[in-house]
């Protein structure tokens, strides 16, 4: 008897999980590594909790991640800022929409030559970022140093045409974000998004010559299609990510690498 009993507790505990895993809203979402992907492993968890089971996908461009979204392929990404996510909708035709923003990543510049921006010397090579968005946000970087004046001080999209003054006649060199870390050893001076250095080992607060401020405006935000901005399951992964644990993960974690922004 006592036998029977604890087979059918086992069969009725095993159906209650197997409906439980049944109604489980499955979120698959593209992130790169480093802090997107590890914050949404952090929240994971308590997503399960909620009846969320979070798919994440990890992505080292910044292409990829939208276009998968537009065409439906995934449900979410969580990798970039919204002056990058307008202008990549102004030039692809999609309609990608921002549900929150989480953190900020302090943009700054390396280099493996100098130890500060007054060592720069006459012609040397810099090199930046070669999407509008992340390419003007270094050259206002470079501006608000000192050590370029741009036609318009508030150009986000701003290009090395737009350089009005140069005096120390730089060189620049537009390469893909993510390649940045690799050519450290071949230029002056880099500007380098903080995701990438981070993958690369290196730390914003110690090893960057200059840095954003953290009232940067390049906040990076949780980004979906137009038609899945009110689900439930996207609506409980914005809760989570911007809830007080996250906040906590991320001041513990990146030390002022990455800093929250709600």
């Known amino acids: 008897m006592f036998k029977t009993t604890v087979l059918r507790a086992a069969f009725a505990a095993a159906l209650i999980a197997g409906a439980a895993g049944a109604h489980a809203q499955k979120l698959s979402v593209a992130a790169t590594p480093v802090p997107?992907?590890?914050?949404?492993?952090?929240?994971?968890?308590?997503?399960?909790?909620?009846?969320?089971?979070?798919?994440?996908?990890?992505?080292?461009?910044?292409?990829?991640?939208?276009?998968?979204?537009?065409?439906?392929?995934l449900d979410a990404n969580f990798f970039q800022h919204k002056p990058y996510l307008d202008e990549f909708n102004g030039n692809r035709g999609t309609k990608l929409v921002s549900v929150g923003q989480v953190h900020v990543e302090p943009f700054g510049a390396y280099s493996k030559k100098i130890k500060a921006i007054g060592d720069l010397a006459e012609g040397a090579t810099v090199a930046i970022p070669n999407d509008p968005s992340n390419g003007g946000r270094a050259l206002l970087l470079l501006a608000?140093?000192?050590?370029?004046?741009?036609?318009?001080?508030?150009?986000?999209?701003?290009?090395?045409?737009?350089?009005?003054?140069?005096?120390?006649?730089?060189?620049?060199?537009?390469?893909?974000?993510?390649?940045?870390?690799?050519?450290?050893?071949?230029?002056?001076?880099?500007?380098?998004?903080?995701?990438?250095?981070?993958?690369?080992?290196?730390?914003?607060?110690?090893?960057?010559?200059?840095?954003?401020?953290?009232?940067?405006?390049?906040?990076?935000?949780?980004?979906?299609?137009?038609?899945?901005?009110?689900s439930a399951a996207v609506k409980k992964l914005v809760q989570a990510l911007q809830s007080d644990d996250v906040r906590k993960f991320i001041e513990e974690k990146y030390k002022g690498a990455v800093v929250p922004a709600f």
Do not use: C, M
């Not at 949404?40 to 992505?59: N, R, S, T, Y």
């Not at 140069?166 to 380098?192: G, S, W």
């Not at 401020?213 to 390049?218: A, F, H, N, T």
């Open 36 to 73: 997107h992907a590890e914050l949404l492993e952090h929240v994971k968890p308590a997503l399960a909790k909620e009846g969320v089971e979070l798919d994440i996908k990890v992505f080292t461009d910044y292409v990829q991640p939208n276009l998968q979204v537009a065409q439906k392929q």
């Open 144 to 230: 608000r140093e000192g050590v370029i004046t741009l036609k318009d001080p508030k150009n986000i999209l701003a290009t090395p045409r737009d350089i009005a003054e140069n005096p120390k006649k730089l060189r620049f060199r537009e390469i893909e974000a993510a390649t940045l870390p690799r050519v450290l050893d071949q230029v002056d001076l880099a500007l380098i998004n903080t995701n990438y250095a981070l993958e690369a080992g290196l730390n914003p607060k110690a090893d960057a010559l200059f840095i954003e401020g953290e009232d940067s405006p390049y906040a990076n935000i949780l980004v979906t299609r137009d038609d899945n901005a009110d």
